[in-house]
């Protein structure tokens, strides 16, 4: 079955500096994978997602991640945060199944950026 | 905004009362969803709608009724709610519910039982 696993529960950084937000998973097949951010009272906001094209995704607002399939892994990076990127961080990964499929999302990486 | 309204955005409810969740997308898509956001758990799909026609019920108590009367409406009926029920409830939309289609998400409705 398939499972995502964010490795922090919370990160925190400085205003101007780079940001990782890591992402493990687990699939027993190819699968599609998401970050979906989500601001204070807000729905669920799609920055990227990974369908089995470029290995290195990017999205909106700077963000990017890099699919790799030896480590199983799609962490998220932005070279300099900004005051409004603090927020909830999901991780998603796509399971499949004989008829349909669901998302699986992980617990979740809330984001402080400090001035 | 995202396109996906849900109203009421916040909702105190007796675990006797009978209220309903509503959603509105105008995206013209043919997939709706229902998800329970709970502190500190991730994300749990509760019913999945394509074309009108429910396609998934992830072992929802029957306390939860949902219903989707055309592709752009879904409503989620709730009644004698257990406290453990308090959550953020999101509706999302697709194009389809493929895995790769990006899904859409209303702001929720923030439910609180008492």
């Known amino acids: 079955a398939q499972s995502v696993t964010q490795l922090d529960s919370h990160v925190s950084v400085s205003e101007g500096t780079p940001v990782l937000l890591r992402c493990n998973y687990s699939?027993?097949?190819?699968?599609?994978l998401f970050w979906y951010v989500q601001h204070p009272n807000k729905g669920l906001q799609l920055l990227l997602k990974y369908t089995s094209a470029a290995t290195l995704v990017k999205g909106i607002n700077g963000f990017e991640a890099e699919f790799k399939k030896s480590e199983t892994s799609f962490h998220l990076t932005k070279p300099s945060a900004h005051m409004s990127d603090a927020a909830e961080y999901f991780c998603?990964?796509?399971?499949?199944?004989?008829?349909?499929?669901?998302?699986?999302f992980g617990q979740g990486t809330e984001l402080s950026v400090k001035p | 905004e995202t396109g996906v309204t849900q109203t009421p955005r916040h909702l105190v409810m007796g675990m006797t009362n009978k209220k309903s969740l509503k959603c509105e997308q105008h995206?013209?898509?043919?997939?709706m969803y229902w998800y329970k956001q709970s502190a500190k758990k991730p994300l749990e799909l509760m019913f999945v709608?394509?074309?009108?026609?429910?396609?998934e019920n992830n072992s929802v108590p029957s306390r939860f009724s949902p219903e989707c009367p055309n592709s752009s409406h879904l409503f989620l009926h709730l009644h004698t709610l257990q406290p453990e029920d308090s959550a953020l409830y999101l509706c999302a939309s697709s194009r389809g519910t493929i895995l790769s289609y990006e899904q859409y998400f209303g702001p929720g409705t923030r439910l609180t039982v008492t």
């Open positions: 699939s027993s097949y190819s699968p599609s």
């Open positions: 709608y394509n074309f009108k026609e429910q396609t």
């Open positions: 998603v990964v796509s399971e499949v199944r004989n008829q349909g499929g669901k998302l699986i």
């Open positions: 995206l013209g898509h043919n997939a």
